[in-house]
């Protein structure tokens, strides 16, 4: 794709078609120079908010996306929806269902839902999530719903590029614990816990703001909150929906919060890992070195890969 040809599909995507948004998603998943003509294009495009919703795998994540768009819609808002699927460890490939789960959502022309596959990626995103996000807020979604894999005790990930992660805990599951080893009540703005409508949830609510409550406060700090949602009953998704759109008018008084300052350095490290990359590939010992693989320490390989590109005085337009 030529750099006009880029532009011709960004200012599509801005003017809202839809097709367009869809055949520049699947660029940026393919990767290459395409995505960098984009991303050129798109600058200071966009101005939806980001929402990172993390959690346990089972904790509920597709069910609260479902009702917290639709609870945006009665609002006016477009959505944007991202959700990240698990791929295989063994062929690749991922089953991109969380669109089976968000049902009640098909046919609503102001939303618009993107799974992607996390290809091995940690932290429960996908590689292009950022570039993805960025896309959908080009295209004029006011809200962006980023739902991830599913957070374990080291991915917290989503941090780095949500302006607001949402926190989900499911009553019964030891959530509490795991959350408080994962750094995740320390990352997360908004904190829901699900299923309220099973006799268990008063507990895990109150040991959640309990927890809160022991986390030290800065003076510019934002209050996160705990609230109950029951997604069966359609209970508590006005409050949720309530504190994202207040923590999004809150960042517009708080610019440069530690968060903010740690997506932009993600998004110059992406940047310089994509360039990189494909400078690499494009080296005569590529080849050479893919063939070797197994027979030589990859340390190695990447050693003789980096001189060679030294060598060759590596520059990039």
């Not at 768009?69 to 490939?93: F, H």
């Not at 939303?111 to 932290?123: E, K, L, P």
């Not at 310089?272 to 080296?283: K, T």
Request: aromatic content about 4%.
């Amino acid at each position: 794709m030529t750099l006009d040809a880029a532009q011709q599909l960004a200012l599509d995507v801005r003017r809202g078609d839809r097709r367009a948004l869809a055949r520049a998603l699947t660029l940026i998943e393919r990767g290459g120079a395409p995505v960098r003509f984009l991303r050129k294009a798109l600058i200071g495009y966009g101005v939806g908010s980001l929402v990172g919703i993390t959690g346990a795998p089972g904790a509920g994540k597709s069910s609260l996306t479902t009702v917290i768009t639709q609870e945006l819609r009665k609002r006016g808002m477009q959505v944007g929806i991202i959700a990240v699927d698990p791929s295989s460890p063994l062929t690749g490939g991922s089953l991109l269902g969380d669109r089976i789960r968000m049902y009640d959502l098909a046919g609503d022309s102001g939303v618009f839902i993107r799974s992607m596959a996390n290809r091995g990626q940690y932290g429960g995103l996908a590689a292009t999530t950022l570039d993805a996000a960025m896309l959908m807020r080009a295209a004029g979604f006011g809200m962006v719903l980023l739902e991830t894999v599913g957070a374990g005790q080291s991915d917290v990930a989503v941090v780095d590029i949500a302006d607001t992660v949402l926190l989900v805990e499911a009553p019964g599951m030891g959530d509490e614990v795991q959350s408080i080893k994962a750094g995740l009540l320390e990352v997360a703005d908004v904190i829901v816990v699900t299923k309220s409508d099973r006799p268990d949830a008063a507990a895990t609510l109150q040991q959640l703001r309990a927890l809160l409550r022991m986390q030290m406060e800065s003076a510019d700090a934002w209050t996160v909150s705990v609230f109950p949602v029951s997604a069966l009953r359609q209970t508590g998704v006005a409050d949720v929906v309530d504190a994202l759109v207040a923590h999004a008018e809150w960042l517009q008084t708080h610019p440069a919060t530690w968060r903010q300052q740690r997506r932009h350095l993600l998004s110059l490290q992406r940047a310089l890992e994509s360039q990189l990359h494909e400078a690499v590939q494009q080296l005569p010992g590529w080849s050479k070195a893919v063939a070797q693989l197994g027979h030589y320490d990859c340390d190695l390989l990447a050693q003789q890969l980096f001189k060679e590109l030294v060598a060759n005085g590596f520059t990039k337009e």
